[in-house]
């Protein structure tokens, strides 16, 4: 469908590599570059003579600023918006039309999960809602009872006008999610971690030091949320910062690389936690050479994780310096060599 919408596999591999070179850009110069979205005449926009987009009554919304950066073409042109969407435990009520956009994507979902969702429907309890009037014999009017399953009918055999339907559809749905909040909320944040969620745990923790010492950027990257804490005041000193994962990764990129080696060994990794939140505690022995000078810290770790639709991710990371051996200096060595290495 991706290949259908873009002009096939060489439409695909142009709009990356136009995506590729607009986050590289950014990269360098830390500015955004804002390309027209739609338009009919300006043959830079985004979309250029798209219909839909393009079209007043539809796509070109006057509110909406009506711009873009080119760099989301990786991300969006690779999303895939029906796996995360069988995860969903919530009732869930889609507003489509065949008017839209890209209509087929909607439709895929809709038959692939139609049977389950008729199953979620019938264990439902019926949910009693406002009582929109509809129309039922002639000279009279009747209130509507609205249930998930067959919204769209009221007593007496009359029928709702379309927008009432909806209404009451939308009513049901949301109805029968703030119902359950409680219950889900409860069970979520109560809920005692699997085998499978301490594991996944552990490897996140693992991970990040071992990938930091073999400069594996990206898999390192995937091991955190959006969003970092990091705490190393008990180093350096200062106070603890949160920063996005990619300002941390490019922090890391301007030392790690400047050394000839670095080895950080994680042991004792202890898990804690329930629902969506984890901490992770360990010992780490944390050596950096250049030549044959080195430094070496000893220190305990907490890590602090949350569940995300991928997976484990790591929101916070702080240590606590036990002991350290070598010198310091090496830090300043690394860093000079990393920048001398740029020019």
Known sequence: MVEQTYGGKDGIARLEAVGDAAEAAYRRTDKQAFLPAASLTDERA???KVPY?????????????NEADPAFWRGWLTFDAIQPARRLHQPLLMVHSEAAAIPQRAQILRAADRAEAAAVARQRHPV??????????????????????????????GTMSPVTRRFVLASAVFAATLAALPALSTSQSTAALTSEDK?????AVAGIGLYADLREWDRLKSYFTTRVTTDYTSLFGGEAATSDRDALIAQWQGLLPGFDATQHLITTIVVEGAGNDADARSHVRDSHWIDTRFWTVGASYLHRLARTPEGWRVSAISIHRLYEEGDRAVLAAAADRVEAAAK
């Open 199 to 203: 594991t996944a745990i552990a490897e």
């Open 53 to 65: 987009y393009t079209e007043a009554g539809r796509g070109m919304i006057p509110a909406w600023r």
């Open 46 to 48: 985004i979309m250029f």
């Open 128 to 157: 009693r809602l406002l009582r929109p009037r509809c129309a039922g014999k002639v000279g009279e009017r009747r209130r509507c009872r609205a249930f998930p399953r067959h919204a769209g009918q009221c007593r007496g055999g």
